[in-house]
């Protein structure tokens, strides 16, 4: 398996990973296209593509800050579900705490999701989290905060979320 930083939208894999991402995210989850290529250029923000024996499989969006890696969005192609490759690509990153968020656990789907950030070692945080708006004239969304290998203390929970708005959201906040 194999990760392919892409830093370009000329990059070959892009167009596969973009039509990855939405399908696999509603809009209200997605970043804006000129949001979403403004920081391919950021070092601490990887969109990388996931490759297996040359075959596109799925992608990973995460920014390596401080002590953790915190993934923004990830996903497997529908075709690829079900041949582990989720559980491969968390196990990759696991040099740093992970940081994700899900949507509640309220229907088959999101607990399904939850289940399998469990079986891959998270870990429920206790903290209410209301993930900043993708896109102006939106409002922010509860989701839920897991974490591995283990619960996040309340000032690593804070310093996450000082994190969220102060370089994750940072170029969505800037008006253009």
């Not at 392919?4 to 991402?21: C, F, G, Q, S």
């Not at 040359?54 to 041949?83: A, Q």
């Amino acid at each position: 398996m194999i990760f392919e930083r892409i830093t370009t939208p000329k990059h070959p894999l892009y167009i596969d990973a973009i039509n990855l991402y939405k399908i696999s995210f509603p809009p209200h989850e997605q970043r804006e296209e000129t949001s979403q290529i403004e920081i391919l250029r950021n070092p601490a923000y990887h969109f990388d593509a996931v490759c297996d024996d040359g075959t596109f499989v799925g992608e990973i969006l995460y920014w390596n800050i401080d002590s953790f890696l915190y993934i923004e969005h990830f996903c497997v192609l529908p075709s690829m579900r079900n041949k582990r490759y989720g559980q491969k690509i968390l196990a990759t990153l696991q040099e740093k705490p992970l940081i994700l968020e899900i949507d509640p656990p309220v229907d088959e789907i999101s607990q399904r999701r939850k289940g399998f950030y469990e079986r891959c070692g998270f870990v429920e945080n206790p903290y209410p989290h209301i993930h900043p708006p993708y896109h102006k004239g939106n409002t922010g969304h509860d989701l839920v905060v897991m974490s591995s290998p283990k619960a996040l203390k309340p000032e690593e929970y804070e310093r996450f979320r000082q994190v969220l708005y102060a370089s994750v959201m940072l170029n969505v906040w800037q008006d253009k």
